[in-house]
């Protein structure tokens, strides 16, 4: 469910404006090596993208389960090869960056409800359970990885209640 939300705004946002037959910007893995696999293969990709790490990775904190999704912005570096290539190092790393934060706030602004555009107020039902804990997010800068890729990752904890918690029904267990 939360990785639809990135997906949409993947699509919604203008620098990268995904569309699964035209212009593939949004991705799924399940874990490290996945992304690792999905950079190999990116070599004429359009940049920048965003992935998602959909593996199972969280604790449970009472009765919820805060699942944690990584996600990751990566841009390239236009300018490899070139005298100015540091340059282009470190625009690339500025736009995976600013890249992130406008995701942070895109979501910030949608689950207070503020108006995405005229007329239009979002009160999303599927961000009932997203807990954005804005002070404790870190974004760590990235790369550089295969096809001179750079990036910026984070992770999102999403809260859900757990499924069956509150059935204690003895019929579940076998007789000890």
């Known amino acids: ?30 874990g490290i090596a996945d992304i690792m696999d999905l950079l190999q293969g990116v070599r004429g990709q359009g940049s920048p993208f965003v992935v998602i790490d959909t593996s199972i990775d969280g604790r449970v904190i009472n009765k919820l389960f805060r699942r944690s999704y990584g996600i990751y912005f990566f841009v390239k570096n236009e300018l490899s090869g ?23 706030w895109r979501m910030r602004k949608e689950k207070v409800g503020i108006p995405i555009s005229p007329g239009c107020v979002r009160n999303d039902i599927r961000l009932k359970h997203v807990r954005v804990d804005e002070p404790n997010i870190q974004i760590q800068g990235i790369g550089p990885f295969v096809n001179n890729y750079w990036g910026a990752w984070m992770v999102i904890d999403v809260d859900s209640p757990v499924a069956g918690c509150d059935d204690l029904s003895e019929d579940l267990y076998e007789p000890i």
């Open 82 to 104: 070139r005298p100015d290539a540091v340059s282009g190092q470190e625009e690339a790393k500025e736009l995976a960056l600013k890249t992130a934060l406008r995701f942070l």
């Open 1 to 30: 469910m939360f990785r639809n939300i990135v997906k949409e705004w993947a699509m919604r946002y203008r620098p990268i404006r995904h569309n699964a037959a035209t212009n593939k910007r949004f991705f799924e893995c399940d």
